[in-house]
């Protein structure tokens, strides 16, 4: 059932629905990715990061290793410190994002990961995807597909420490 606030947001998805969509999410990159040793988790600005880690903490519990966590900003300078990734050489990858919509951001990403070495595969990973897109770009893995209106908004909410993630729709005026 739908929960809408008293400001009109939406609730898309609380706390449980977006655990189980990762924990599924995470079956999927089982299934996809074989060989662990070599599969790097990158997430993308500060929400995207932070679903990289619940990703990755997924992974640890299904006992399956990765090569690392790691985080673009893409607010920053391709050459700047914060987005320095390892040698990307040969290895899969999974780019992790909030909210898929034109494509953009996720553009700009490749760029940063391309600049590391040639890897021999990317994904994407994003909790919601609604559509829109301005750039020839793909979810691999999502937790809700959810076509939206131009003028609404969507936005990954995390509460205290992180623990609770809610997806929230309004409308944008």
Known sequence: MTEVRPDNRIVLMDNERVKRALRRMCFEIIEQNREFSDLLIIGLNKRGHKLAEMINRNLLQLECETGGLHNIDIHFDPDDHINKLPDTENANIIIVDDVLFSGKTMLKALEYVLKAGEPSKIQVAVLVDRGHRNFPVEATF????????????????FGKNDESVEVLMFPRY
């Open 142 to 157: 999502t937790g809700l597909h959810h076509p939206t209106k131009l003028r609404e908004h969507v936005q990954v909410e």
